[in-house]
């Protein structure tokens, strides 16, 4: 399933398969932004400023670490092919440092959010741009790599309604109100084997 053949359909189930990596980057997609600097500077105490900071230098490493590894993943020769081994790496990378950073300690320093901020960025880079190099491989007709994309997409909106869903739910079960951001790393956890 690494390589494209120009005269093959993907099956629906097959299709689903595949697009199921775009779960937890729409779920990611969601959250970092929106909801972790926010966290940081209310829960952790770290300031608005040096949260600014700290995801600005996080930000412009990960614009320079995204072309260096698709030159990597571009290199790569497996048995498996290109893409399976970076997306199957960025699992364990991508559940460690989501823990790390949606279940920070209170006295976490803002060193050590920025570190595990980059390794987050790392594991969400090497899984996207893996899963989206692959669909390109997949398939070589024009319509098959949109049917490809647009699967991929769907998903990604299920996974953002998701994530940003979750709260609600465990709160309206548990009849309390619980942070968002832990229960967001949860639904994250969770999802990134997908």
């Not at 199921?20 to 997609?29: D, F, M, N, T």
């Not at 050590?112 to 070589?140: D, E």
């Not at 909106?157 to 967001?184: C, D, F, K, Q, Y």
């Amino acid at each position: 399933m690494d390589t494209a053949n120009p005269h093959r359909s993907l099956t629906g189930g097959r299709l689903a398969i595949f697009a199921a990596a775009g779960l937890p980057v729409g779920a990611y997609v969601a959250t970092l932004a929106v909801y972790l600097p926010n966290y940081y500077a209310r829960q952790l105490g770290l300031g608005l400023a040096t949260v600014g900071i700290v995801f600005t230098v996080v930000r412009v490493l990960d614009i320079l670490l995204d072309p260096a590894l698709g030159v990597l993943i571009d290199a790569t020769k497996s048995p498996v092919g290109k893409y399976r081994p970076w997306l199957a790496a960025s699992l364990p990378v991508l559940v460690v440092a989501t823990w790390a950073s949606y279940f920070a300690p209170s006295n976490a320093s803002a060193v050590y959010v920025t570190f595990w901020l980059l390794v987050l960025y790392a594991g969400y880079s090497m899984c996207a741009l893996s899963h989206a190099a692959w669909g390109t491989a997949l398939v070589t007709e024009y319509h098959e790599r949109s049917r490809v994309y647009g699967w991929i997409q769907v998903v990604g909106v299920v996974g953002a309604s998701g994530v940003l869903l979750a709260p609600t739910i465990v709160n309206l079960l548990t009849h309390r109100v619980a942070e968002r951001v832990p229960i967001m790393g949860w639904f994250l956890v969770i999802s990134s084997p997908c």
